[in-house]
């Protein structure tokens, strides 16, 4: 059974960076096209990126373009999420997810999903 686990989040001042990583353990041989998501309170999941199993194709919401990249190691079954430029509206809980293929912008559409991390950007 694969799993995933993120880390790295934590309180921020706009304007500021962090570096989300998403730790992939069970099934290390098998690789997955993945997502990253982020909710905040009172509001549904929404889709922050995605990252092709080789990490030559990636995908971003528009308001984080520019600011956020999303990387993969395949070596370490490790996905990255670099944040730049933080914003207040940054703010949620981060998850990453496996995608098991369709439309990358559809939660529903990804299967193991970690426990999230939650990122806080103070004005």
């Known amino acids: 059974q694969v799993r995933f686990m993120e880390s790295g989040g934590g309180l921020v001042q706009a304007g500021g960076s962090l570096r989300l990583s998403c730790a992939q353990s069970g099934r290390t041989g098998s690789l997955y096209d993945m997502g990253w998501f982020r909710q905040a309170p009172g509001q549904e999941r929404g889709f922050v990126a995605w990252?092709?199993?080789?990490?030559?194709?990636?995908d971003y919401a528009d308001s984080v373009k520019g600011r956020f990249t999303v990387s993969r190691d395949n070596a370490k079954n490790t996905v990255y999420l670099e944040m730049n430029r933080l914003k207040p509206g940054d703010t949620g809980v981060y998850y990453c997810a496996a995608h098991d293929g369709g439309n990358h912008l559809n939660s529903g559409l990804y299967g193991a999903w970690g426990q999230g991390t939650q990122v806080t950007v103070s004005s």
């Open positions: 990252i092709s199993k080789s990490g030559q194709t990636t």
